[in-house]
């Protein structure tokens, strides 16, 4: 067994939901306004409901959605973890060298400037 295996299925499976321009868009729907029923994302996106339960099952399964039953009524909500676990591992560390790039244009703009 490879060590970290378990992260890297996690992983997987937040890319393969990402990957989708349905799922991406439910996303989108929970981040403007949190807690929504199916039948309210659904009427977002002029999507049926056995096509929103198929892709918030996906969602669910990478952890990028999670559910609380309120009475009868299901709520699905957008859980940023798995996202920011992807930012800090692949895209943080191409954005650092950019910004110690603008940080040494900015302090030899500023000692031109002076001198």
């Not at 929504?36 to 996906?58: E, V, Y």
Request: proline share 3%.
């Amino acid at each position: 067994m490879q060590p970290f295996g378990c992260i890297f299925v996690a992983v997987d499976a937040v890319f393969k939901a990402l990957a989708d321009e349905s799922r991406r868009k439910l996303l989108d729907e929970l981040y403007k306004n949190n807690g929504q029923t199916l039948t309210q994302l659904c009427g977002h996106l002029n999507m049926s409901r056995q096509a929103g339960t198929k892709h918030l099952r996906l969602l669910e399964r990478a952890n990028l959605v999670t559910v609380v039953w309120h009475g009868r009524e299901k709520l699905h909500f957008l859980n940023p973890v798995p996202l920011h676990e992807i930012y800090e591992r692949w895209i943080s560390k191409y954005e650092r060298s950019r910004l110690e790039a603008l940080s040494d244009l900015k302090t030899g703009l500023e000692k031109y400037k002076r001198g």
